[in-house]
């Protein structure tokens, strides 16, 4: 599994951007997939993630503007932001992983991760 993220970028409050991270390997139809960020001096929180069944969860700041999906065709997994706030800035990292759902949503437990990817938002 290598995952390879792409699509971060500068954009002013209210606007939007796509984070796309694709599989190079071949087991990405069933892995769980998920987007994390980490802001400076903070610590590392699960943004959204997509179970190989088509689940989704999304931390509570995200609900309504941030949404993940996958496209197994092309081993890519999305994140489109819309509604951008300053609050979302942060270095932005997609992981999968095969352990079970629950573990997916309720930890950073994934085995493998992509380089990340910065998204500034500027007020």
């Known amino acids: 599994v290598q995952l390879q993220a792409c699509g971060g970028g500068l954009v002013q409050a209210g606007g939007f951007l796509r984070l796309s991270c694709a599989d190079l390997?071949?087991?990405?139809?069933?892995?769980?997939m998920g987007w994390f960020r980490q802001a400076l001096g903070k610590e590392r929180e699960l943004v959204a993630a997509?179970?190989?069944?088509?689940?989704?969860y999304y931390l509570d700041s995200v609900k309504g503007r941030f949404t993940i999906s996958r496209d197994n065709a092309k081993n890519t997994v999305y994140l489109q932001m819309n509604s951008l706030k300053p609050e979302d800035t942060a270095v932005y990292y997609c992981?999968?992983?095969?352990?079970?759902?629950?573990?997916?949503?309720?930890?950073?437990?994934?085995?493998?991760w992509g380089q990340g990817t910065q998204v500034t938002v500027s007020s």
């Open positions: 390997g071949r087991t990405f139809s069933s892995r769980h």
């Open positions: 992981a999968s992983t095969r352990r079970d759902w629950s573990i997916a949503i309720g930890s950073n437990e994934y085995t493998h």
């Open positions: 997509i179970s190989w069944s088509d689940s989704t």
